[in-house]
């Protein structure tokens, strides 16, 4: 079938993005926080035991983020002034409040994750994700105080209906389509699609043996070359971490030099996935109309 969710674009063909400040990369840290089922195979570091239930291995190397990871993390981003653009199951408001305060104390942005990583959001009606969707949001509106205005589907899963029903939700952007260095609009009306990165991703990087030192020059390697891509139409990088991986002690100081490097840039924008929507929206799709 076709694809009929957007159209093809050659970045050298569009209107020139202008981020604030004049500044050329648009960055953001697209913080994963998931809540894992004890009884369910979900993301694993060895495969040797994944299909066991109860899985203590798998599950223990998850759940060290939320107990450990995260607050590490969120140490490392405080040091630096970054504010996260939190990926949330919306499980992680019942069974961690504390991580929801310790957002809410920083500002951080809260967009929607699904419920839980160890379900993918896949093989749902149309009006069995309409309630989903709608259960979800909610209870991220009522933790946070905030509707969520993004979605990034668990393991980057949608089904055809997911954007047309979120924009009836009041969202405005998916992360989910990783191929792009700037926002785009998808064909459903006032829905775009924000670049997120399946390679700039600490859990697929690390899991292929890069070490911390190779992990920071990936960082600066990525930056360099969006900056001097922008040269006449901004870019966007998006960081993605997992705090049960790159909150790993052993790994804490490479995320703490990384994080160094971007905010020392000149000509960087150190914000959020929402505020880089609402600008392309606000600055590009509406001098296009």
Do not use: C
């Not at 009929?4 to 990369?25: C, H, N």
């Not at 899985?55 to 993390?73: H, K, Q």
């Not at 993004?150 to 029903?165: D, I, K, Q, R, S």
């Not at 924008?269 to 929206?281: G, N, P, V």
Request: net charge negative.
């Amino acid at each position: 079938m076709e694809n009929t969710l957007f159209d093809y674009s050659p970045i050298t063909e569009r209107p020139a993005i202008s981020w604030p400040g004049g500044a050329r990369v648009a960055v953001y840290i697209g913080l994963n926080v998931e809540h894992f089922l004890v009884d369910r195979p979900s993301t694993s570091i060895w495969a040797g035991t994944a299909d066991l239930v109860p899985d203590a291995l798998n599950y223990g190397w998850r759940d060290y983020g939320a107990r450990v990871g995260i607050w590490r993390v969120a140490d490392i981003l405080d040091r630096h002034g970054i504010r996260a653009s939190v990926l949330l199951n919306s499980a992680v408001a019942e069974h961690y409040p504390q991580i929801i305060k310790a957002g809410l104390d920083r500002d951080w942005a809260w967009l929607l994750h699904g419920r839980t990583n160890s379900i993918l959001h896949a093989g749902l009606s149309l009006e069995e994700e309409r309630r989903l969707l709608t259960e979800m949001a909610g209870t991220v509106a009522e933790a946070t105080g905030r509707r969520p205005r993004g979605w990034m589907g668990p393991g980057l899963t949608e089904t055809f209906n997911t954007p047309a029903l979120l924009a009836e939700l009041g969202f405005g952007y998916v992360l989910d389509w990783t191929n792009d260095d700037q926002p785009y609009p998808l064909n459903v009306p006032g829905m775009i699609s924000v670049p997120y990165s399946v390679e700039l991703n600490d859990l697929l990087l690390f899991d292929r043996g890069v070490t911390g030192p190779e992990f920071v020059q990936i960082v600066r390697d990525q930056y360099e070359q969006l900056h001097a891509d922008a040269a006449h139409s901004g870019r966007v990088m998006a960081l993605a971490l997992h705090p049960f991986v790159i909150g790993q002690a052993f790994r804490a100081k490479y995320l703490d030099q990384a994080l160094a490097f971007l905010a020392a840039q000149p000509d960087v924008w150190l914000t959020t996935s929402d505020e880089i929507a609402a600008h392309y929206q606000r600055t590009v799709q509406q001098r296009a109309v």
